[in-house]
């Protein structure tokens, strides 16, 4: 497991353990790439990056491939054991060494682990309590980690986010990602909530979220938006882009970085 030295002096306590939620479609996965960078780049690595969404996303926002997934290689640990014979969930739970083994890419400032999805009917396990147990087990190998979560509180409900010390919500300019707010808000401690909102004219914050106290805005991008369409790795975006340098500026005043 990755444990290189930690770089950075002003390393907070306890560690951040990050998870940015929200409703669909909101800017969760922008956020997570580009919080992702700025915290390697002020050194609290190495970061563990976790894509929680089945669907993924994070992976290309940080301009990595296709990567074998926690469910994938579990999935295929079971296939494989079946043609043996039975399999018992006993043998699926011994193997989280080798889920993550397999499913864990590593780089030099970062790990990557995406939960992926499960193929099983009437799991023995879900793909979200197969990552909890990940996480419990890897978490101490890191400087940080942050979570691009599944949309919603699904997640929050079934206790990924156990570990977590700090969400990022995203909302947008919309009621209901407010509505996904306070759902969240009511789930968890709301000190360790920090409210991020995303493509949201200044002007019009206040009719949507009156009573929010909101850490930063990130505006819409252009640019930004031309890197999603193309495919390009947002981590590649100009150190001057303006949607990078809110994000910079949010994690500094929540104390961050
Ligand atoms: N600040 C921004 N400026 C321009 N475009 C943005 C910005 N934030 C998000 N987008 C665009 O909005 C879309 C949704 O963003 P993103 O995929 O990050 O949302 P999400 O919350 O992760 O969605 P999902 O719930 O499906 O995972 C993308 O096409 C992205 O390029
Ligand atoms: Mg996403």
Redesign the pocket.
Known sequence: MTASVIEHNKFITPKPIISVC?K????????SALLGRVIIEHGLKPLLLVDA?PVG?LVSAIGEKAVKTLSGVRDMFIEETRKGGRVSSRQIADQLDYFILNALVERNDYSLLAMGHTNEKGCFCSANKLLRSALDEIISAFASVLIDAE?GIEQINRDVTGNVNRIFV?IDASQRSVDTLNAISNMVNSSIITVVA??VLPENLLNIAKNVEIAGI????EI??QY?RDGLPLWKLPSDNE?LIAVKNIAAKTGLI
């Open positions: 929200g669909g479609g909101v800017g969760k996965t922008v956020f969404d996303g949309a995203v995303n493509k990130i505006p819409e991008n930004l938006k999603d949607a």
